[in-house]
């Protein structure tokens, strides 16, 4: 089945710094990549997602890259704000999977003012 | 997006006992999904809940411990049966639609004494 790591397990930045998350995938028929944002005692909210058919995507501050011959993604925010801090999951699904999604570990960001 | 709902939002049950969550989607959603959080970890998929058939569950999870129905398409429920301490957890809903977006309940926090 699909295995995902995710580095770094914390993260800490000064305001105004960026933030990069990776994560690496196992299953090369993964074709879907969702990255959640879980606020303490909150749901994970999608936050940006990519298909394996595009190698870039951004969202305002947000954008997330992919390289599937390296069977690697990653999760890049611009101008952290306190509010970002939070834990931040990766995630891989493809064809084979059904749509179930495998996780990473999750990654704590903080984001100090 | 999908809105999605879980009752109880949480519970403190007795070992051995046995607790039933519900799980209401506002709109149709081709796959329903169950997951477990452990304090501090990541999301562990427990099954797939299927209409009107028997659920597909991952590894290391089985159904007389925790049976799922899905009724319709925007239901389902998850038992916890028999319950121990280790079962203490957060139990998360998700749903997909005709991508493969998928969102998450608020969660149950099960706290088993």
């Known amino acids: 089945g699909e295995n995902v790591e995710q580095h770094p397990s914390t993260l800490s930045v000064q305001e105004g710094d960026s933030a990069v998350i990776k994560c690496t995938y196992s299953?090369?028929?993964?074709?879907?990549f969702p990255w959640y944002k879980q606020e303490l005692g909150k749901r994970p909210q999608l936050i940006i997602d990519i298909r394996s058919n595009v190698g870039e995507k951004k969202d305002q501050r947000i954008a997330v890259t992919l390289n599937k011959t390296a069977k690697h993604f990653s999760l890049h925010i611009t101008e952290t704000q306190p509010e970002d801090s939070a834990v931040y999951f990766c995630?891989?699904?493809?064809?084979?999977?059904?749509?179930?999604?495998?996780f990473g570990e999750g990654t704590q960001l903080t984001v100090n003012p | 997006s999908a809105v999605i709902s879980q009752k109880p939002s949480r519970d403190i049950c007795q070992r051995g006992t046995s607790l039933t969550i519900q799980c209401q989607v506002d709109s149709q959603v081709t796959m329903m999904f169950w997951y477990r959080q452990q304090p501090g970890q990541s999301l562990t998929l427990i099954a797939t809940a299927n209409q009107g058939s028997e659920a597909t569950y991952e590894s290391g999870f089985v159904i007389d411990k925790f049976p799922i129905s899905r009724p319709n398409l925007t239901f389902s429920t998850l038992t916890v049966s028999n319950m121990s301490p280790e079962d203490s957890s957060i139990y998360l809903c998700?749903?997909?639609?005709?991508?493969?977006?998928?969102?998450f309940g608020p969660g149950t926090r099960l706290t088993v004494l």
């Open positions: 995630a891989a699904s493809g064809e084979t999977s059904g749509s179930r999604l495998t």
């Open positions: 998700s749903g997909t639609g005709f991508t493969d977006t998928q969102y």
């Open positions: 299953d090369s028929a993964s074709n879907y």
